[in-house]
């Protein structure tokens, strides 16, 4: 749930509103690439996916264009999507959960058709689909990071307490043979978007990398330009591949803001900005998608391992992309704060409730309701 | 500050919503709610109450406004040092028309935060519901350029609506629709059955049909507009299509609203016997809720007891009271009602049967 309530008008319909992305080799078949997106976190036991969004997942391939400091990605001019939509159920026959039927409409025109909650999903044509309620795999202390920025001190326990323990998420799951669908590669570039259906459908959300807009972007405090922005919905409605101009600087001095605030929780600069004035990761950060390498075989971690080597001007060792059981917040604030030059920072977290399996649909079934007052 | 009657409403593009089917929203304002009990921050609790308070103003359900208010209460022991809890105190409290204590609770935020748009829209919206319209108008203006444009012209569109300006309403309903950028059917729905709400209360019955089929059509499940377009159509004409609307609600509902409708339809239609026992329903319902909520159903009471509930004397009591707690031109024509029905000799307006025992 890495970009979960990523800005208010996210808030506004919680199916639209995407919590994570996934993108890995397949840890059941080399030949296969599999997407992951999850909206609606904290869903309980009767959500369903909204009839009035397309859930696209865009795919491009992608080049490295520069190593070292100026590290950057090239994304192709061409493009591959696939958009799941959904009906509205029906008949809920007195279940709390409704039977939901929905389609992924793949690149090449066909259509795989599927059951919500169904686990071996819909298949056709070598591509595999499912959709439906899990177990959240992403895993955080949300309350030792707000302190984090509050107090200026890094605040995390040896023992945290998971914010999302026990909760569930929406999830597509798509798999496909990524030679036979895709073409160029082996790199790509992945973002996953939700958009309101209709004649003319419009960009509700779009997510690539994890903890962009919340972790990296949310707090205002720093900005010194832009003290009172609510910066994400803005950057929601911009194209992953195509920011526009206007706004660029906006996002350019949030993140080069709070990036460097903490670069300096450990006290020391390990960051130093460049000639521009920037913080050596906006840039990169902000070309915000995920890029696997397709070509290589599955690895537990392998977040950023592809942007940190070009960095290192040496050769990626793993896929990049993202697995669902990465523990992203130990990395991203390992990354942030000393750039890998200190001891790893740890947010007392270490584990969701139920790690994703590695066979289809990977992520696990969804937790018991917690029972309440409802 | 903008100027609020000045803002001109641009011409509409209205049929071109996309919207996220009634049922599913529906679903998924329910999976939002279990999804955060057990909540274990103030932010998350906070949430919920205005996702129970959602619920509520949908299935016009009171339990879940008691369950809101019980749950904003209930932040106080943690953390009354922070204006948030605050300001969600006033929330529930408004809704149960307890005008002075919420925006007593409204001058404590103020104080913590000074600069709290949400605070100020919730005095606003208060100022409004008390009929102090120019002082609404004014808090709004101070905080209109922190709200999205479909939130601005909603707000204004119900302010109006409630002034009884409902042409300068109608524009701004149309130019909510025209901006509107979300999925959620709720924002629309809410605002259509605001307006149909205004036009029944100024007679033009066509127009408050077409707006509570418009609502429906968005959430088929909204009670309240399920309510009030029964109530429409019974007095175009059309009693059996109301009563089939009606009946699922009384059942099923805990607003006593629905089976009081039933009561005077069933009356003017002339099936007293079944009348009477929706009317019994709703009499002790109304005596339950204004021993527990005086204010908040201080009017829906006092048009009980004038009309179906047939007891004169005590509708004037909260007419009364009605306009004690809001100085509405609304709450003003109710209190003229009132003391017209008890003139000695005066026929009671919609009254059927037999005075109920007290």
Redesign the interface.
């Given at each position: 749930m890495s970009d979960h309530f990523s800005g208010?008008?996210a808030l506004?319909?919680?199916?639209?509103d995407i919590s994570d992305v996934f993108a890995f080799p397949a840890p059941d078949d080399a030949q296969q690439l599999v997407v992951v997106m999850d909206v609606?976190?904290?869903?309980?036991?009767?959500?369903?996916?909204?009839?009035?969004?397309i859930y696209r997942f865009r795919i491009k391939p992608v080049e490295i264009a520069a190593t070292g400091p100026e590290a950057s990605f090239a994304p192709s001019e061409s493009e591959i999507v696939f958009d799941c939509v959904f009906d509205?159920?029906r008949d809920t026959g007195g279940a709390v959960r409704?039977v939901q039927h929905g389609r992924c409409l793949l690149p090449n025109g066909r259509t795989v058709s599927f059951r919500a909650d169904d686990e071996n999903g819909g298949v056709d044509d070598g591509v595999q689909v499912f959709a439906g309620q899990r177990s959240e795999p992403f895993f955080l202390d949300?309350?030792m990071i707000e302190k984090t920025a509050v107090t200026g001190k890094l605040s995390f326990k040896p023992k945290g307490s998971d914010t999302l323990y026990g909760?569930?998420i929406l999830a597509i799951v798509i798999k496909f043979d990524w030679r036979k669908m895709l073409k160029g590669g082996p790199l790509f570039a992945v973002v996953c978007e939700t958009l309101?259906?209709?004649?003319r459908p419009?960009r509700?959300e779009r997510v690539g990398r994890p903890e962009i807009k919340n972790v990296s972007m949310s707090f205002k405090m720093f900005d010194q330009v832009n003290r009172d922005l609510e910066i994400r919905d803005l950057y929601n409605s911009e194209d992953a591949f195509d920011l526009k101009p206007d706004y660029f600087d906006t996002y350019r001095v949030r993140l080069n803001a709070n990036l460097a605030f903490y670069d300096g929780l450990d006290g020391k600069v390990d960051w130093a900005f460049d000639g521009h004035g920037n913080h050596p990761l906006t840039k990169l950060l902000l070309a915000d998608f995920l890029v696997v390498d397709a070509s290589m075989p599955f690895a537990e971690t392998s977040y950023f391992d592809i942007e940190r080597s070009m960095r290192e001007g040496r050769p990626h060792a793993t896929p990049g992309g993202r697995w669902l059981n990465e523990d992203i917040m130990d990395f991203v604030f390992t990354l942030y704060v000393n750039g890998g030059n200190g001891p790893p920072v740890n947010d007392g977290v270490d584990a969701p409730i139920a790690w994703s399996s590695k066979a289809f649909p990977y992520l696990a079934p969804p937790n018991p309701?917690?029972?309440?007052?409802? | 500050m903008t100027n609020l009657s000045e803002t001109v409403a641009l011409e509409p593009e209205v049929g071109?919503l996309?919207?996220?089917?009634g049922?599913?929203?529906l679903?998924?304002l329910?999976?939002?709610?279990?999804?955060?009990?057990?909540h274990d921050?103030f932010e998350q609790a906070a949430t919920l109450i205005d996702l129970l308070i959602l619920r509520g103003q949908i299935l016009g359900r009171i339990s879940d406004y008691e369950?809101a208010a019980q749950l904003a209460n209930h932040q106080f022991g943690a953390s009354a040092t922070d204006a948030a809890p605050y300001i969600a105190r006033a929330r529930t409290r408004a809704v149960f028309h307890r005008f002075a204590e919420a925006l007593d609770d409204l001058d404590r935020a103020d104080r913590m935060a000074p600069h709290d748009a949400v605070a100020k829209r919730e005095r606003a919206a208060i100022l409004q519901a008390q009929g102090r319209f120019d002082e609404a108008i004014s808090t709004y203006s101070a905080v209109m350029d922190s709200v999205?444009q479909f939130e601005r012209a909603a707000a204004l569109a119900g302010l109006w609506a409630e002034r009884g300006e409902v042409d300068r309403a109608q524009r701004f309903y149309l130019d909510g629709l025209r901006c509107y950028?979300?999925?959620?059917p709720f924002?629309v729905a809410l605002l259509e059955f605001q307006l149909g709400v205004m036009w029944m209360r100024d007679a033009r019955l066509g127009e408050a049909r077409t707006c509570f089929e418009a609502a429906i059509r968005r959430v088929p499940a909204y009670a309240p507009a399920q309510g009030h377009l029964a109530e429409v159509e019974a007095d175009l004409g059309n009693p059996e299509s109301a009563l089939a609307r009606l009946y699922p609600l009384a059942v099923s509902s805990d607003d006593p609203d629905y089976a009081a409708q039933l009561a005077r339809i069933l009356g003017e239609m002339g099936w007293n016997d079944e009348s009477s026992v929706w009317r019994r329903w709703a009499a002790d319902r109304y005596d339950e809720l204004t021993a527990t909520h005086r204010e908040a159903f201080a009017d829906h009471a006092a048009e009980f007891w004038l009309g179906p509930g047939n007891d004169p004397k005590k509708g004037l009591r909260f007419a009364t009271l009605n306009l004690e707690a809001r100085k509405t031109p609304r709450a003003r024509g109710l209190l003229a009602q009132a003391l017209d029905v008890n003139m000695v000799g005066a026929t009671p307006a919609r009254c059927s049967g037999a005075a109920l025992p007290n």
């Open positions: 208010p008008r506004t319909d919680p199916a639209a609606f976190g904290k869903s309980g036991p009767s959500a369903v996916f909204s009839d009035a969004v509205v159920p409704p949300v309350r909760t569930n309101s259906a209709g004649k419009v509700i309701p917690k029972g309440g007052a409802t | 071109s996309t919207l996220t089917d049922s599913i929203a679903l998924n329910q999976a939002q709610i279990d999804g955060l009990e057990g921050t369950q999205g950028r979300g999925i959620s924002p």
